[in-house]
C-alpha cells in the first residue's frame, strides 16, 4: 500500500528555511498528484503547494507563492518542500498527500484536501518571531 512519510520539520527564527522531505513508497507515481498541506492548532487542514509526479506545472497557496518551492527527487522517490524566508504564521503541522486523479479533472481539486486518499503521519514546523 502507499506509504507517505516526512521529514525536515523543527524550531526555526522567523526568515529562516527549512527543507521538508516526503518518502513515497508502496506504488509507482507516475500518475499521482503529490500534495503538501498543513494545520495549525484549531485550524482546518490547508492547502500548501503540489505538483504531477511526471508533470512540470507547480500549484501554490497565495500565502507561500514565491517562498516555497514544491520539486521531486525520482531517483529517491521522494517529494520535497523547500521554505524560505519562514514566518509566525506558517507554524503548523505539515503533510505530505498523494492522489491519482483522472485526467479530465481540472487542477482545482488539487487544492481540496478532501480529495487525497494517502496522507503522511506530518512533520511540526514551528516558526519563532
Known amino acids: 500500500q502507499v506509504q507517505l512519510v516526512e521529514s525536515g520539520g523543527g524550531l526555526v527564527q522567523a526568515g529562516d528555511s527549512l527543507r521538508l522531505s516526503c518518502a513515497a513508497s508502496g506504488r509507482t507515481f507516475t500518475n499521482y498528484v503529490m500534495g503538501w498541506f498543513r494545520q495549525a492548532p484549531g485550524k482546518e487542514r490547508e492547502f500548501v503547494a503540489a505538483?504531477?509526479?511526471?508533470?512540470?506545472?507547480?500549484y501554490y497557496a497565495d500565502s507561500v507563492k514565491g517562498r516555497f518551492t514544491i520539486s521531486r527527487e525520482d531517483a529517491k522517490n521522494t517529494v520535497s518542500l523547500q521554505m524560505n524566508r519562514l514566518k509566525p504564521e506558517d507554524t503548523a503541522v505539515y503533510y505530505c498527500?498523494?492522489?491519482?486523479?483522472?485526467?479530465?479533472?481540472?487542477?482545482?481539486?488539487?487544492?481540496?484536501?478532501?480529495?487525497?486518499?494517502?496522507w503522511g503521519q506530518g512533520t511540526q514546523v514551528t516558526v519563532s518571531s
Open positions: 505538483m504531477k509526479w511526471s508533470g512540470v506545472t507547480e
Open positions: 498527500a498523494a492522489q491519482s486523479f483522472p485526467s479530465f479533472y481540472s487542477s482545482s481539486y488539487y487544492y481540496r484536501p478532501n480529495e487525497y486518499e494517502h
